[in-house]
């Protein structure tokens, strides 16, 4: 069986080394056959942005003679010969941003310079050419030495371009990969408007009436708004998860999977691992997967988060740290709950927290929704959903943060263990400080309790998920209960929850809601769910609601 190259995205290793790969060469057909001379496609961290771009790097490279062999039995050699002749016929400039991730503006210079160095060396044998002016080997020298200025540093690509096509006599293909994490770590670490002002210069010198260049391809993980960073250029054209262009060059389509699975012999954990790490839709094409986490699962055959332990997921849990209105509706997503929201995939970042339509549009070019219904194109309202279990993990972590320092002992597991274990005054009294504590978090009216519910099933789903299913809002019996625990271990106790919230704070009691509770769990019989499951156990309680106020009874 085939290596697996976990990590690996430099194409000519991965091939030399015959490492498994999943053959995505008819890319290089698309990007040919595109016609805008800036291309720029999103899609999320580990989707395989990186190694394609490695792939068209060492295909278009006129000084990869060897290459062919690379390209060997792959799906562009079987095309006409219109593409095949392209295989070695440009200069190639390949850059990447991905490590300018500083803390300061200046450092991010200084990650800059560095990456250039690397990126002039690959072409230092232009020094020796008898094309080149000597004042143009001086510029040129400035770079490889690190000792441009801002000026040169945003003009250095537009000079490399220059002398690559003198000394071929052919336009230059230009790739720039994760073009956009320089301005998402300029915003979370606090210097994005001198960020901002200098990549505007950069991007806006390299490729607004470049002549030289034949053709760019940028990839990166969101689609910063173009007012923000490519404003007046034209013939550029961007491609998310949403357009059908490119739509099953990245991530792997069920159709490869079914391979995958057969080829790595794991056809008992197919539905578990089409549950963990599949659900993602780009353009048309359904059922897409997560490479990363596949390529991680196919080496040590366990199903656990692997993607989004890849980053530190800052600006998501930033947004959401400082949004009431995405806490609710993150609730219901981890219920298995469709959220109508509004979407723009501009990203304009500054401010972004406090734009609910930003916010969604980046969640979901980032991996972490998924469009399940379009609901007004016109509008750009659409049903979102999470895509698998391992962004409800995700999700998860982020919710436990929140609960992490408003219970009782800072510790969330105490509280459940006391329910759970029936401790139920402990519970209790935790509780409700609990209540207090979160409604301040959440920013809750005095009126609408009702909200703080979806929280306090939230810190369920976040704590017990081990031990517990939880089921929220379902039938039973005649009618809906509001929770329902059910223990893995039928040995284990069982719960029925029902929350009463009072409407008229000046003439509601909570005793009075209490009584009708019991009164509607009784009619409504809804522990027979439980009953006809073999459950014996079965506790029932009672949450009344009254602002911040609450009363708690167990029968």
């Known amino acids: 069986m085939q290596g697996i190259g976990i990590g690996e995205s ?60 690379l390209f060997i039995d792959l799906k562009i050699m079987k095309e006409d010969e219109f593409y095949t002749s392209k295989l070695g016929y440009y200069p190639v400039i390949y850059v990447t941003l991905k490590d300018l991730t500083g803390i300061s503006f200046e450092e991010m210079l200084l990650q800059l310079k560095t990456e250039l160095v690397e990126v002039f060396i690959d072409n230092a044998d232009l020094l020796n050419s008898t094309k080149l002016l000597d004042v143009e080997k001086e510029m040129f020298s400035t770079v490889l030495n690190l000792k441009a200025n801002k000026i040169e540093l945003q003009g ?52 607004k009436d470049n002549q030289y260049l034949e053709k760019t391809v940028l990839t990166g993980v969101s689609r910063i708004a173009k ?12 491609y998310t998860i949403m357009d059908n262009e490119f739509a099953d060059d990245f991530g792997i389509t069920t159709e490869e999977m079914k391979k995958v699975i057969s080829d790595f012999n794991v056809e008992e954990d197919e539905e578990k691992i089409k549950k963990w790490y599949d659900g993602y839709k780009i353009g048309n094409v359904e059922g897409i997967y997560n490479p990363w986490s596949i390529l991680n699962y196919l080496t040590d055959k366990q199903l656990k988060p692997y993607w989004v332990n890849t980053s530190s997921n800052d600006l998501i849990k930033m947004t959401f740290r400082k949004s009431n209105s995405l806490k609710e509706k993150m609730i219901k997503l ?6 109508e929201v509004t979407i723009d995939l501009e990203t304009i970042i500054v401010g972004i927290e406090n734009r609910e339509e930003n916010i969604w549009g980046l969640m979901l070019q980032t991996g972490y929704l998924k469009v399940e219904e379009v609901v007004s194109l016109e509008e750009r309202r659409y049903k979102v959903k999470l895509p ?49 504590e979160m409604f301040s978090f959440f920013d809750v009216g005095e009126n609408t309790a009702e909200n703080f519910y979806h929280a306090f099933v939230l810190g ?78 079965i506790t029932k309680m009672i949450f009344a609601f009254k602002g911040k106020e609450v009363k708690m009874e167990i029968f």
């Open 10 to 69: 430099d194409f000519k290793v991965l091939r030399l080394k015959n490492y498994y790969f999943i053959d995505k060469s008819l890319y290089i057909k698309d990007i040919i056959d595109n016609t805008s001379k800036v291309i720029l496609v999103t899609r999320p961290r580990r989707f395989g942005k990186t190694l394609n771009m490695s792939m068209l790097r060492y295909y278009f490279d006129i000084k990869g003679k060897d290459n062919k062999e």
């Open 156 to 207: 250095a690509l537009k000079l490399l371009s220059k002398l690559l096509y003198r000394e071929y006599g052919r336009p230059v293909i230009l790739l720039v990969d994760e073009y956009d994490v320089p301005l998402q770590s300029a915003y979370v670490k606090g210097y994005y408007d001198e960020a901002i002002e200098f990549l505007k210069g950069f991007y806006n010198v390299t490729f």
């Open 227 to 238: 007012e923000s960073l490519f404003s007046g250029m034209n013939n550029f054209k961007v």
């Open 334 to 339: 981890l219920n298995d709950e469709p959220v």
């Open 388 to 436: 698998n279990n391992e962004i409800k993990d995700l999700f998860r972590s982020i919710i436990r943060d929140w609960f992490s320092n408003k219970v009782e002992g800072n510790d969330l597991r105490s509280i459940l263990e006391d329910l759970i274990t029936l401790r139920l005054e402990d519970f209790e009294r935790k509780f409700k400080k609990l209540v207090v």
């Open 460 to 537: 369920m789903l976040v704590g017990l998920k081990d031990k517990y299913f939880v089921k929220s809002n379902r039938e039973s019996g005649y009618g809906r209960y509001d929770i329902m625990l059910e223990p893995k271990d039928k040995n284990g106790n069982s719960f029925i929850m029902e929350f009463k919230i009072a409407e008229d704070m000046e003439e509601e009691s909570l005793e009075k809601l209490i009584e009708e509770a019991k009164k509607q769990i009784e009619e409504k019989k809804y522990e027979q769910e439980l009953k006809e499951r073999g459950f014996i156990n």
